[in-house]
């Protein structure tokens, strides 16, 4: 027979009615109008007693291990992150990568400019110099690099991936890296061996520099979002010029410089078309490759590709963007996005922008949420409530957990499993308690209460 402990963690308030004792809560709330607090998970004590929502865990039944969560370094970011007093830095990427703050472990940022980068450039300016003598991350070293330094303070386990927006403009159609909207034809890669041997050596020297700042980029992923042209850096690049450039090109270049960062392809997703299913159902091509990144991807064509390519590997690359109103309303939405990677079989989440100015637009003049807004004149930060519900995301879904079964008939939920406990990642966004009756299997655990307003973890400690 089972005995189990039960504790709260996150976003909920429970109690431990069979048990007849009061279990200790950690919550965050979602509620309008009330300011999120830089450590947005918080204790309380509840009871609960009667019936609820079956939810029936099944711990012995298991799909992928865990990588964790995490979001994007840029450089507008960065720059606001720069203004401020090194005590204010310290405490925000405290706040972000520290095991009991949010916990990012995998994150992302560009190779080169993304859309928030200031404006464009690469680190490859000079015409034709086919074998990267005028290479240099100079730009970086006043925002990006230093905004990421400070991440390992906190956290020196810390994965990170990275990927460009656009390669030099030299090597392109467009002779630029922005403005594809206006010639997407153009907006390609030149058709040119030299041109490709080059921009396989702008990658590893990208890796090879970024090194030397003690920082590793441990996985490239070749292009984001290779199926648009738009106005801020991008880059058409079809699967198959995609695949052809990694197998003659890019792991040829890695093997000879021995850089150590994996091949993603990528980035994927399923706006009109089908780029990653196709990539993957070319055998050539994802043997070339150690993963495929997606993003903006609907979880029926992650089931397809893992229908086609059983051994894939994925990563997320990037959360919805949305248009910086950071609206408690976005911020459950968290929970259903987060849930659709995780439940298909993608190991990690990342969120776009961590950090914003008090404007919140890229380069290119839209706006865009993140969890922090800093105010470079004033010198204040704020919370998004976006940070809340990520906060609560990488505290408990921790690198090495592994996705177990669960059953019920209430919406989205997330089931984890540890080594000695089990996780239940839920929400209420209504303005009623909910109460839930959960099993372990066919052992019944306990019924516990979950506030309203509140996104919430039910740890379940158990021995056997």
Request: net charge negative; with cysteine.
């Amino acid at each position: 027979m089972k005995q189990y402990i039960f504790s709260v963690l996150a976003a909920l308030v429970i109690s431990l009615s069979h048990a007849q004792t009061n279990s200790k809560v950690y919550y965050v709330e979602l509620i309008e109008g009330q300011d999120i607090d830089a450590n947005p998970i918080k204790e309380s004590e509840a009871k609960s007693e009667g019936k609820g929502i079956s939810i029936r865990i099944y711990p012995d039944i298991s799909f992928q291990t865990i990588k964790g969560i995490g979001g994007a370094f840029n450089e507008i970011g960065g720059e606001a992150l720069m203004s401020l007093s090194k005590s204010q830095q310290n405490e925000i990427m405290k706040n972000l990568f520290d095991v009991n703050g949010a916990n990012f472990t995998v994150c992302r940022t560009a190779i080169g400019a993304s859309d928030f980068g200031i404006d464009a450039y690469s680190y490859s300016e000079v015409s034709n110099d086919y074998k990267m003598k005028k290479f240099s991350i100079e730009r970086e070293k006043t925002s990006v690099i230093p905004f990421i330094q400070m991440a390992y303070k906190y956290n020196p386990e810390m994965e990170l991936f990275a990927s460009p927006w656009s390669p030099p403009g030299w090597m392109k159609e467009s002779g630029v890296m922005d403005r594809g909207e206006e010639f997407p034809e153009k907006n390609i890669l030149k058709n040119n061996p030299k041109v490709y041997e080059a921009y396989a050596l702008y990658f590893s020297k990208y890796v090879e520099a970024y090194a030397k700042e003690g920082i590793s980029v441990d996985k490239i992923v070749i292009q984001n979002e290779q199926d648009i042209s738009t106005k801020y850096p991008s880059n058409h690049m079809p699967p198959e010029e995609m695949g052809e450039f990694v197998i003659k090109y890019l792991r040829p270049q890695f093997n000879k410089a021995k850089t150590p960062a994996e091949i993603y392809a990528g980035t994927f997703r399923t706006a009109k078309r089908l780029d990653g299913l196709e990539f993957v159902n070319n055998t050539n091509y994802r043997e070339a490759v150690d993963g495929v990144g997606v993003q903006y991807m609907n979880s029926r064509q992650i089931e397809n590709m893992q229908s086609v390519y059983p051994d894939i590997n994925f990563l997320h690359t990037e959360g919805i963007c949305f248009g910086g109103k950071n609206s408690i309303d976005q911020a459950f939405s968290r929970f259903n996005e987060v849930a659709s990677f995780i439940n298909h079989g993608v190991p990690n989440f990342c969120y776009w922008n961590m950090i914003l100015n008090e404007d919140s637009s890229s380069g290119w003049g839209w706006k865009q949420n993140s969890l922090i807004k800093i105010n470079r004149k004033e010198k204040t930060v704020t919370y998004n409530p976006d940070y809340a519900a990520m906060a609560l995301f990488g505290r408990f879904m921790k690198p090495g957990m592994k996705r177990v079964a669960s059953a019920s008939w209430y919406g989205d939920t997330i089931t984890l499993a540890d080594d000695d406990n089990v996780y239940l990642f839920i929400k209420n966004d209504s303005d009623k308690v909910k109460t839930f009756d959960i099993w372990l299997k066919d052992d019944h655990a306990q019924v516990v209460d979950i506030p309203a307003n509140t996104i919430s973890v039910v740890e379940v400690n158990y021995k056997k």
